[in-house]
């Protein structure tokens, strides 16, 4: 079983959907998580991340962590085609260096 | 410049060719790492330095050999590789921690695109 999954995709949307974004994890331990967006030919940059359970907004963008169900969502709202990218999460332990990464979801917001 | 640099952005190298990633942070980061990111697979941590030293080799083989000469500049010496080898390499840095909370953030630069034909 892998640590962090992460359904790859592709997923393509109409612009102003509504986009839900998932990914499991096998490790109860896990403490941050985090989103991290990939635009083409670019290197990954933080989007958002959340300590614990709970909810955090970022104008357009939610963060939400279920640690009972091991499971932690980005939600975008009026999704623009600058949106379109691979969105990759990732997850440490509390003090640990190492981030595990899933496998990236690759979204295209169509216009 | 700021940021994360890496250079050259892509490379194609035949399997007995010798050479070299070069990385540079201008974030006054004190902890590096190499990425290698192939499709369809999660990114996979290779190497991370702190402070210069080594802290972190993810079992990767030996044609693959980093250096950190300091703490803005790291390394990936290429030997022998092979095909299944091709990937982007991703260079990012962070914070080193302390044994105290950190978000982990890491900054990438925007990666080397390696072909082994």
């Known amino acids: 079983q892998k640590e962090v999954e992460q359904d790859p995709g592709p997923l393509s949307v109409p612009e102003g959907a509504i986009v839900s974004l998932n990914c499991t994890y096998s490790n109860s331990a896990f403490q941050y998580f985090m989103w991290y967006r990939q635009y083409s030919r670019k290197g990954p940059e933080l989007l958002m991340y959340?300590?614990?359970?709970g909810n955090k907004e970022d104008g357009r963008f939610t963060a939400q962590v279920d640690k009972s169900s091991k499971y932690i969502s980005l939600f975008i709202r009026d999704s623009q085609p600058s949106d379109s990218a691979t969105y990759l999460c990732?997850?440490?332990?509390?003090?640990?260096?190492?981030?595990?990464f899933g496998q990236g979801t690759r979204l295209t917001i169509n216009p | 410049e700021t940021g994360v640099t890496q250079t050259p952005r892509h490379l194609v190298m035949g399997m007995t060719n010798k050479k070299s990633l070069k990385c540079e942070q201008h974030l006054g980061h004190n902890a590096m790492y190499w990425y290698k990111q192939s499709a369809k697979k999660p990114l996979e941590l290779m190497f991370v330095?702190?402070?210069?030293?080594?802290?972190e080799n993810n079992s990767v083989p030996s044609r693959f050999s980093p250096e950190c000469p300091n703490s803005s500049h790291l390394f990936l010496h290429l030997h022998t590789l092979q095909p299944e080898d091709s990937a982007l390499y991703l260079c990012?840095?962070?914070?080193?921690?302390?044994?105290?909370?950190?978000?982990?953030?890491?900054?990438f630069g925007e990666g080397s695109r390696l072909t082994v034909l």
């Open positions: 990012a840095s962070s914070q080193a921690l302390a044994g105290g909370p950190n978000t982990g953030e890491l900054f």
């Open positions: 330095y702190n402070f210069k030293e080594q802290t």
């Open positions: 990732a997850m440490k332990l509390q003090g640990a260096q190492k981030l595990v």
């Open positions: 959340t300590y614990s359970s």
